[in-house]
């Protein structure tokens, strides 16, 4: 018996490392391997906790079983009616195939055998992400005081984030796991020294993730935590203060506090970062259809269809709003599904704080409750619930709560028999609808492995395979790049159609217009989906040179002022002609004069217009920007420039974006990779990226162009799905980097 249970213990641990670490840590995970691996381990799960019901080892009674139907319930209706079925049908049979798994973390709690090795587990898990996390940092930092010096590095340095994608999942992950993980190591270890260094360095972690809705979260379960261990305890505030070790605690935290201002602050001051666009997105398909919603699942494919004013906000997963994304799923049913369960799972916490419950259990649901509330609060400005391992985090927190207030009477819940047939039944319906799913994946990557090799006709017949089995945006790109290369026109223009009504991104109806007879309807498309997208800028312009000039210059100049190194790139002569290249370029001058002046003057030096360039500089004060232009301007003169005078720039202000990018194309004229690595050693760290190096438009570039610009992570992000490389047909017109830093 022994063995075997060192056996389950064994499988558990590895389980709990991998769904919480490894494959189910990041929704970027998008590889079909991953995917498929994951569900077999849910499936596995879901299997081992059938039997084990049947034998009666789980116990099946529970106060979340009405309030989860209800949940499942919600969101099967909302898949029936959704707006993108494909989309909904997945993301619902993920949903049933992971009924069992809170019974299981439950059952496992419930063993004190398990729980007691688990607990260790956890605390040791918890510890060795928090000095991972910090210590990826620190690598970022001692990048930025090479050239900064001794300084205040700044918060979230290069958006690091371990296994699990973002700083924001980071940031959730210490809410849901160092509360638990500091009281535990209290109680298990009872080593103070030890609690309290946890403590400080999960304190230090939240706050270098830089998430503002962490913090909050983090001081919305703070408070609620110390308000319910005061009611707990009975102790007032007068008496706690009244002795030296309370009055010493209180002045340290008031210390840390005040000393946390000047790192929070301006933090705690940017504005929102582009969720109010995010938000009102979400409000148009609620407004769509408020009863039901528009399907789970069907953000991603939806959010091309409202206004977007930047690339990266035509990617995201979610709404960045847990009510608004809630209501955009499942619609007012699963609003009110969803606050009937977070009404019984405080229900639970209550419960657990009754005096008859034992002291531990009292303090545990203390603890619990405050990571939940923590998570809640935090969840209303940045929703992850789409990612397997938050999920599992926030069962475990449950789990342990529902436990310390103590099983429910047997006429709670329905009977043991009916919750495990309709467990099993859940589990087989999910079962059934993903395999064509998984299958479709694996077709897909071999097509888009094929299309890497050249070889079209296998791509071709492996998207068509994927696609009568799941039909997916991503599939029908592939599909449709796959036919171009076997030159049939028509047949790539029917899939980039069905593609253009799924996600109508503007690089989608560029390619679109390319194999139209008459593509006055989609150039007009892509003017009012607004231009956020430069590569599609660039091709429509080419397109539309000879019917709209005026309309194709000012695509051409919006292009140049996305990315304002092509203001100065060569002019593809076989694509626009010299006049109205250079009407483009005054368009793009005062666009990107307006934006930033200083970006503005170093491009136009670069372009060699030097009267352009001393009129913008007239208007830039003395200081590093303009001592990093006057380099600049020697350089392009052809007088030497020392790199050490550069990097002296860089040093004076490593925060200063404009000095960056001047310095930054400085070191492409001069061929100096010390002083691009110095500029990347403080822009990386600061804006998670270095500054655009020299561009130029390509025909046909490379599948692996790192620096190709494009809507990022896309088509990837938008299904979860890895896409073509290239997402672009034959004869797109691409920009691409004229040099590569090592």
Known sequence: MRSRGTLVWVVIALLFVDLTFFSGASNFLASPQSRILNQLLILGVAVGAGLAALRERIELRSSLILPGAAWIAANAIATVTSARPAASIEALALLLISVPAYFVIRAILADDFLRSRIDRLFVVATTIFVVAYLLQCLTQWLSWWSIAGPSIPPLRPGDVGLTVGTVNAVALYLELMTPIAIWLSWTIWRSRPFTIAL?????VALLVTGSRGAWVGAAAGVVVALLL??????????????????????????????????????????????????????????????????GPGSWPDLRASTPISDDIFAVLATSHNSVLQTLTDAGIIGLLAGLWLVIAIARLGWRALAPDRPANA????????????????HSVVDTQFHIPAIVLLVFHLVARLELAAGLPDAGWAPSRRAVLAMSGALVIVGLVRLVPIDIAMVRAASGNQALDRGDATTAAQAFDDA????????????QAIARRDQGDDSGALESLTVVEAAEPFTFVIAQRAMLEPSPSAQWQDADRAEAYDATAG????????????????????WAMFQVPTLYYSKRPEGIFDADSWGRAQSYAQGFIEDADPVTAAAVTTLANQSQVASSIRASIPPGPESDALDLLDAAVAGHPVSTDDAVAILREAPDSTGVQFVLWQLGFVIKSQPLLDAVKAVSVPLTFNVPPPPMELVMDGRVDADYS??????????????????????????????????
């Open 199 to 203: 403590t400080v360095l999960s304190a």
């Open 229 to 294: 261990a005061w009611r707990e305890s009975g102790v007032s505030i007068r008496s706690v203060l009244g002795t030296i070790r309370g009055r010493v605690v209180a002045v340290v935290l008031v210390l840390a506090l005040v000393a946390a201002v000047p790192l929070v602050a301006p933090r705690l001051l940017l504005g929102d970062e582009g969720r109010l666009e995010l938000w009102s997105a979400a409000w148009s398909m609620i407004a769509s259809s408020p009863i039901v919603g528009v």
């Open 362 to 377: 009292r303090r545990l649901a203390i603890v619990a409750g405050g990571s939940l509330v923590a998570c809640g609060v």
């Open 467 to 478: 696609i009568a089995l799941h039909d997916l945006p991503a599939y029908r790109l592939g």
């Open 538 to 557: 660039v091709n429509l312009a080419a397109q539309r040179l000879r019917d709209e000039p005026d309309a194709a210059e000012n695509d051409l100049a």
């Open 709 to 742: 610009v494009r809507l990022p992570r896309w088509p990837q992000a938008s299904a979860g799905r890895n896409g073509p490389k290239r997402p672009y047909i034959k004869g797109f017109i691409t920009i691409e980097p004229v040099f590569r830093p090592k």
